[in-house]
């Protein structure tokens, strides 16, 4: 995809922060940081979604999330951290590549769980719920 800022960095024609990088993914610091550290580790294969990944890259970005994810808690001293991907457009997906935020977080530093991204009325009994999605996998 030619007008892909993720794949640029990945180019290297866009300069980045890149704080780890393995065959499969590249992770650099957010442009637009939401909390100091917070970092982004994007496929090098251009997927947009996620459910599109082949299972080698998935294994490998996540492996990168794992060792950021560390690196956040171990060299900046955070308390914890927020793994977090949108999944499309309606999830929060600013670019269509797909990618990880890992967001460091701190006792008292204001910010929710994931649970506190949405805040809907569940409609249907669980149980339904289990069976259409065991149905599709």
């Known amino acids: 995809m030619a007008d892909c800022v993720f794949c640029d960095i990945v180019r290297g024609e866009i300069d980045a922060h890149v704080v780890y990088e393995n065959d499969h993914a590249v992770a650099f610091l957010d442009a ?4 100091e550290g917070h970092t982004v580790i994007v496929p090098k294969k251009h997927v947009e979604r996620f459910s599109d990944m082949p299972r080698e890259v998935i294994g490998g970005t996540f492996s990168a999330v794992r060792e950021v ?13 927020n793994v977090g991907l949108n999944d499309g457009e309606a999830a929060g997906q600013a670019i269509p590549h797909t990618h990880v935020h890992v967001i460091p977080r701190y006792a008292g530093d204001g910010g929710g769980s994931l649970h506190s991204i949405v805040s809907g009325e569940v409609r249907e009994d669980l149980e339904k719920v289990a069976e259409r999605l065991k149905s599709e996998i």
């Open 32 to 35: 637009n940081p939401v909390a």
């Open 69 to 81: 994810n560390k690196s956040i808690l171990s060299g900046l001293g955070a308390d914890g951290a």
